[in-house]
């Protein structure tokens, strides 16, 4: 896992080298706003709360002997199951306050040694970096202006590779977001002189800073590395998976490569390999250490070698939405502005249903409505009287006004309880209480039919279980990889009947009731469990103990079914019912048949095909009295 509080080996300066001055001078002055150095009176004074005489004294004697060390975290290249090379770290005195890099950063600014302790930290981790003869590349932290160092630009480290026998092309410089960086025309051009010299560039913590988006689409990196921040828990995470996968996207089209960072657990690292993310850094990889593992452990080889696929986490339907969708940019008017201005206004856009009203301030105090205004002034001498009177005379002071962030579900739940008026008039959109647009209701409609028919093909709505899209996905990624695996067709016997003797909401009950039953027998991580519609659903299971675990979702099915079952029924294992012509028919109850098939990589080429042997399985075991697993041992074409 990248370190944040890794130190830049490249310092920065006031002396500057003569052929890039301009332009070292122009970054080092966009970043010192945010440096992480920076000595402004308020820093200044943190500092004298926290820092102490002996602190100082402690860093002083570190700095003079040279007391620092590097440790070097592996960065995994997944696809070849070795390492693409180190991200070198600074460290004080173990066992010491000062071990930590953060604090050392401190002191040497508390202490006017910025420069001087930074370029010791750089020669310290390129000395440390050659004497490990590692193989791979060395990725070193460097804030943006450290890159004007006129000690790196002019030759001097050259000539420091040259001992240690080092080669640029063997160095990748991580652009860390701890300054920020406004003019970025200068940036490019100091990286296009560094990767002259046949340095790699890369980007670090993508998704942390407000900037670095932009910054890749601007230097166009060797390397971005994704924030652990998106990699924690993105197994389970539909939002984070989301994203990365866009990062992936991103980087493909970019042709640069991606490094995630801070993958701790299995499904972390096994849902980077299956996404397609190149490279993965973090503790479960490789923890930073002074003379660290030159190959992957065992552990981590046999992750990264097993057939199995991870599920990816369910996609968000409505769930996701936000009002700004549905954002008008309406100019508003000012309280101030005449009536007569705001008629003429709506006379200019007839399709303008309401105006918003908001002060010079940017805070919205109402909204005119187009019919209420004209209908006023319908009426004799009406112009004449108010047209010159501010529009708020005759304007709603009590709009509904949201945030832009809101939920578009809550929006609903809010319109729902407002006025008729309001409804006709729709709503203010805002950020941190300023206006930014209007809404309108019909907008609102229209988005949530659309959501709604989105959902329903990613998600099934009574049980929010994947739905037939991703059922097709997941089974097409599998065939695709080559993934052995077992698909079950389970299906609930009897269930019209029992809808119709029972009712629709115990029928609803009975369904939702499969699906916990399914989910709770089966690996979320191996496992994908899919709902069809009605009352039939699919397991595509890469779990070993697969049969085990049908039977026992069979059994408890059995047992479950009982709660919504009148007690006669089950002393006679079925009930008396009219069929459509009136007669009374005995009918059986409830039963879940499940229809299982192997599938061996070759046998199919899509899941159309599959769809069709796994149906007729299916059928097998619903010949079969009772809840009853079938599986369909016969060689498939």
């Not at 066992?95 to 600014?109: C, I, R, V, Y």
């Not at 390397?223 to 197994?235: E, L, P, S, T």
């Not at 918003?356 to 005119?368: K, Q, S």
């Not at 809808?499 to 399914?518: E, F, K, P, W």
């Amino acid at each position: 896992m990248s370190n944040r509080n890794s130190l830049s080996p490249f310092p920065a300066e006031a002396r500057l080298a003569p052929h890039h001055g301009g332009l070292a001078r122009q970054i080092i002055a966009a970043a010192a706003q945010e440096s992480l150095c920076e000595e402004s009176p308020a820093y200044r004074l943190e500092w004298r709360n926290r820092i102490s005489a002996e602190d100082l004294h402690a860093f002083s004697r570190v700095f003079e002997r040279q007391q620092l060390h590097a440790v070097f975290q592996p960065i995994l290249d997944l696809s070849q199951r070795r390492f693409l090379g180190y991200e070198g770290l600074i460290r004080g005195p173990a066992d010491t306050p000062l071990h930590s890099p953060q604090l050392l950063l401190e002191l040497a600014a508390a202490s006017q040694l910025t420069v001087e302790f930074e370029r010791l930290c750089r020669e310290t981790i390129l000395r440390d970096f050659a004497a490990r003869k590692l193989d791979g590349l060395l990725f070193l932290n460097v804030s943006a202006g450290a890159l004007a160092d006129p000690r790196f630009l002019d030759g001097a480290t050259t000539r420091l590779f040259q001992e240690l026998r080092l080669r640029p092309g063997q160095i990748v410089i991580e652009i860390t977001e701890n300054q920020q960086v406004d003019d970025l025309a200068a940036l490019q051009e100091v990286l296009q002189h560094y990767r002259g010299q046949g340095f790699q560039i890369a980007i670090d913590d993508l998704g942390e800073g407000f900037s670095n988006l932009r910054m890749w689409s601007e230097i166009h990196p060797e390397y971005v590395k994704i924030d652990q921040h998106f990699i924690r828990n993105i197994a389970n995470d539909p939002i984070k998976f989301r994203l990365v996968r866009a990062m992936r996207d991103i980087a493909e089209a970019t042709h640069a490569r991606l490094i995630a960072e801070g993958i701790e657990t299995e499904s972390e690292l096994i849902t980077i390999r299956d996404l397609g993310i190149a490279h993965g850094q973090g503790f479960l990889i490789s923890r930073p250490a002074i003379q660290p593992e030159t190959a992957p452990g065992s552990e981590v080889r046999r992750l990264l070698d097993q057939s199995r696929l991870i599920v990816f986490p369910n996609q968000p339907g409505q769930a996701g939405a936000k009002v700004r969708q549905l954002l008008q940019a309406v100019e508003p008017v000012l309280p101030s502005t005449c009536n007569q201005r705001v008629l003429e206004r709506f006379e200019a856009s007839p399709s303008l249903i309401a105006l918003p009203v908001v002060t010079a301030e940017g805070i919205p105090v109402g909204l005119i409505n187009r019919y209420t205004l004209t209908d006023r002034f319908a009426r004799p001498y009406r112009r004449e009287i108010y047209g010159k009177q501010p529009c708020t005379r005759f304007m709603n002071d009590a709009p509904i006004k949201v945030d832009h962030a809101l939920p578009i579900q809550e929006l609903g739940q809010l319109l729902g309880r407002a006025q008729p008026q309001q409804l006709i008039d729709g709503f203010i959109i805002t950020e941190d209480g300023r206006y930014l647009g209007v809404g309108s209701t019909q907008a609102l409609m229209g988005l949530i039919t659309e959501l709604q028919i989105r959902a329903a093909r990613y998600a099934n709505p009574l049980t929010q279980l994947p739905g037939n899209v991703p059922i097709n996905e997941h089974i097409d990624r599998l065939l695709h990889n080559e993934v052995g695996f077992t698909a079950c067709y389970c299906d609930i016997d009897h269930f019209k009947p029992f809808n119709d003797s029972y009712g629709y909401r115990t029928g609803d009950q009975i369904i939702q009731q499969v699906a916990l039953l399914l989910s709770r027998h089966c690996d979320p991580q191996l496992d994908f469990v899919g709902h069809i519609g009605g009352d039939d659903f699919i397991l595509l299971m890469q779990s070993s103990d697969w049969e085990a675990r049908c039977r026992a979702i069979i059994a408890d099915f059995d047992q479950a079914r009982i709660a919504y079952l009148m007690p006669e029924h089950v002393d006679q294992s079925g009930y008396f019912a009219e069929n459509r012509r009136g007669e009374k028919v005995f009918h059986a109850l409830p039963s879940l048949s499940i229809g299982a098939l192997t599938v061996v990589p070759h046998h199919f080429e899509s899941h159309r095909e599959l769809s069709v042997a796994l149906t007729a399985a299916k059928k097998e075991a619903k010949k079969i009295p009772g809840s009853a697993l079938f599986i369909e041992r016969r060689r498939q074409p």
